[in-house]
Structures are given as structure tokens and as C-alpha cells.
């Protein structure tokens, strides 16, 4: 992590950080590494353009039958859930991106984002669907 923004503070880029979605205990994402990360990256005042929550989560379990089969509903109340600590421990700074994705002409993937639904919880303005 050190490392890493050594590099894109000397290159000039901004980073956005795709944070692991699948780390579950069951259906419910577990943020305590991420958790860990933000406080570092807080402490040691580095700067992070956007943090983002799993990548193409709607291929998760085509790409690996192995994987969590999360569905869009599990994932949009897990962004709930990075929005709260974002703002706990990020307020002035924090910016929440995603989810991305390719291919949203498929069927398959429509029907995942179908199931996107924000309303349960009061960070729904911290959206944006990414492509």
C-alpha cells in the first residue's frame, strides 16, 4: 500500500481502490479489512480518488461456480454499509464509486442491476452505476 502510493503520488495519477466484496460471513459483506485499510490509509494521509466494492459483481459466480453467489440486493446493502464507514472515517474526503461493469446490453446483467435497490438505507445519493 505504501508502495503503491509512492508510485501514483510520484506519477501524478489518481487512485481508486476496488476494496474485496467477497470477503462474506454469509450473506452480509465483512469490513474489517477494509476497515483496517481506510484507518491506514487515513493515518498515514494518503489520498484516495474513490473507493468501490467488488468489480463486475454480476459475473462473481459465472467467471467461479466456487465464489458467493451475491446478489445485487446483497451487494447495494454491503455499499450501505462502505457508505457508514466512509463517512466515519472519511468524511471530508470520502468518494464512493460503483458498481462497475461491462456488458450492460446482456440480459443477464440487466437482470442483476434490476435487483439494485437502495431504498432500504439513507446513503442512496453515493451511488453511481459505473461502466
Known amino acids: 500500500w505504501d508502495n503503491l502510493h509512492t508510485f501514483i503520488q510520484t506519477v501524478g495519477w489518481d487512485l481508486i481502490f ?47 461456480s466456487t465464489l458467493p453467489n451475491v446478489t445485487a440486493a446483497d451487494l447495494a446493502y454491503d455499499y450501505g454499509t462502505l457508505a457508514e464507514i466512509l463517512y466515519t472515517h472519511q468524511p471530508a474526503i470520502y468518494n464512493m464509486l460503483g458498481p462497475s461493469t461491462t456488458q450492460l446490453n446482456k440480459k443477464h446483467t440487466i437482470r442483476y442491476y434490476k435487483g439494485y435497490d ?14
Open 18 to 64: 476496488d476494496l474485496n466484496a467477497l470477503q462474506r460471513n454469509g450473506k452480509v459483506w465483512d469490513p474489517q479489512n477494509a476497515i483496517s485499510l481506510i484507518e491506514y490509509t487515513k493515518r498515514k494521509n494518503y489520498k484516495v480518488a474513490g473507493w468501490e466494492l467488488g468489480n463486475e459483481p454480476n459475473a462473481f459466480h459465472h467467471l467461479n
Open 118 to 131: 437502495f431504498s432500504h438505507c439513507n446513503t442512496s445519493k453515493y451511488y453511481s452505476l459505473s461502466y
